[in-house]
Nanobody
């Protein structure tokens, strides 16, 4: 059974850092693009970042570019999202999702349960 589990969320002060993990089980990440998405209360879900499996290309939303870094460790079947210089507007539930085929462009069919990130003083 294909499963994604996020971890690493929590409460952090503005300008702080967190590293989110997305661990896969039941399948290997080698052939999947992995995206990070977030949804804040009262707002629509938005894409944050994605890493392809074909060539390791990475993509970022403008709002996080230069602050967030996505990476993958296929040996650990895990994708990470390093979040630095966090702002209160980064507060949201963060989800990872998998898209088979390697490209970041398409419909993500498998989703994790989400992890809460709260940026507040």
């Amino acid at each position: 059974q294909l499963q994604l589990v996020e971890s690493g969320g929590g409460l952090v002060q503005p300008a702080g850092s967190l590293r989110l993990s997305c661990a896969a089980s039941g399948f290997t990440l080698d052939y999947y693009a992995i995206g990070w998405f977030r949804q804040a209360p009262g707002k629509e879900r938005e894409g944050v970042s994605c890493i392809s499996s074909s060539d390791g290309s990475t993509y970022y939303a403008d709002s996080v570019k230069g602050r967030f870094t996505i990476s993958r460790d296929n040996a650990k079947n895990t994708v990470y999202l390093q979040m630095n210089s966090l702002k209160p507007e980064d507060t949201a539930v963060y989800y990872c999702a998998a898209l088979i085929g390697g490209s970041c462009f398409g419909d993500f069919g498998s989703w994790g349960q989400g992890t809460q990130v709260t940026v507040s003083s």
